[in-house]
């Protein structure tokens, strides 16, 4: 029965999405208990965190026919931190790009250094976006 199937298959992926959502706020709960921690801060390249980022998004990206760009505005970025941190966070936001981008459009993440203090990270996509009303409470 075509309508059974349809619903089943449409309960299936809100479980997988709401699963993902838990997850990521599991994460994000843990890198707050965690950030006054540092004792697992070390000096990386950032370079070295967009090949991993690249290795671990690209199958999704390739499936859903969106084009990533990844850019060093600056050569031989490093950066002392929590690299899992860094790679969790950068990886939930670019997912989330990907997730909400439609086919044949482009999510670009460029990495460039300030002054030698810190590292701004930028992920530009083609999405729905967030709406006006949404962003001040974005990293409520």
Do not use: C, H, W
Request: hydrophobic fraction near 35%; proline fraction near 1%; glycine fraction near 2%.
């Amino acid at each position: 029965n075509y309508p059974q199937k349809l619903m089943v298959k449409q309960v299936s992926e809100a479980g997988e999405q709401l699963l993902s959502l838990i997850s990521q706020l599991l994460d994000f709960e843990n890198i707050e208990k965690s950030n006054s921690n540092t004792t697992n801060k070390e000096v990386f390249n950032v370079e070295s965190v967009f090949d991993y980022l690249a290795n671990v998004v690209n199958p999704t990206a390739m499936k859903k026919k969106v084009n990533l760009n990844f850019f060093l505005e600056d050569k031989n970025i490093e950066i002392e931190s929590n690299r899992e941190y860094v790679n969790k966070i950068l990886l939930n936001i670019i997912s989330n790009s990907i997730k909400f981008s439609t086919e044949n459009t482009k999510v670009t993440i460029s990495a460039k250094d300030i002054n030698n203090e810190s590292v701004e990270f930028r992920i530009q996509d083609e999405g729905i976006g967030i709406s006006k009303s949404n962003i001040a409470y974005i990293f409520d």
